[in-house]
């Protein structure tokens, strides 16, 4: 199934008076790549969480937010008095070191290392988030999924038109092709009894042939529309699967392909009509490899 690259989730839960909410966005990306916002206290669940990002969403640039609050004096850091005492007895030895008054910043005083310690109970309560925040995580990848989804019907519908309106000019372009040369025999033959018809010369009809031939030859584009045909076989396959692997590559290198086959037919044709068809059919790929940019 088509699945966009675009998309947005989330989730939020109280648990114990604590505050949690995770946030996922995804955009177009060629790749995976995740970028991860957690709070200090659950920086050592990162690992933990892009494994499980991973498992859920396989392509595009991810924005994962991670918030967790918690209002009760239990949250707070603890304030290391000895470590302080020391900093600031250090402190004071230094007017008399560098011969001028030092000011002491308390707010830098407390980022100091040792100064602010993590609550007593700091390893609990990251073992009691993990689990809140893991099925946060799966709830808002689903929602985010669900948009994905909506959005993945839209771009089949859109595809699918893309590959119709190909379909209807490849036609015209296989069925104009044999008139094409028979047309090319008329005019050639028309062309030269004209020129030759006062000097009472006729054609020789062995080297008409053999020139309609080369014609023919050159201008031969049966082996690109059986290409043609082929890869949008394939296209119309990828778009109208139910499988959930993602197709976004594969349909990427599709169009591209299908734009190779119908820029060689758009050498090879001298005929107006197929000219016009071919122009049409290349405008349809050029909307589907724009549109494919964001399937997953």
Known sequence: MIRSMTGFGEAIRDVQSIHYAVEVRSINNKFYKASMRLPEELEGLEAEIDTRLRRRLTRGSITLKVRMS?????????????????????????????????PIDVAGLIQLPGVLQPPSDFESRIEKA?????????????????????????LHQDLHRHYQAICTRLERIA????????????????RIESMLKDASIHVNEADLVREVAIYAERSDIAEEIT????????????????????????????AQELLREANTIASKSNDAQISRDIVEVKGAIDRIKEQVQNVE
């Open 227 to 254: 290409r043609l045909n082929a890869h949008l076989s394939q296209f119309r396959d990828l778009i109208d699967s139910d499988g959930c692997e993602p197709v976004g590559r594969t349909l990427d290198f599709l």
């Open 70 to 102: 918690d209002p009760t004096a239990r949250a707070a850091y603890r304030l290391n008095i000895e470590a302080l005492q020391s900093y600031i007895e250090r402190l004071g030895q230094l007017p008399h070191e560098v011969g001028h008054p030092v």
């Open 175 to 190: 069925a104009r092709t044999q008139p094409v040369v028979e047309e090319y025999h008329q005019r050639l033959r028309q």
């Open 130 to 154: 993990k689990p809140v925040v893991h099925e946060l995580l799966d709830l808002a990848c689903d929602r985010l999924i669900e948009m994905r989804d909506r959005e993945g019907a839209m």
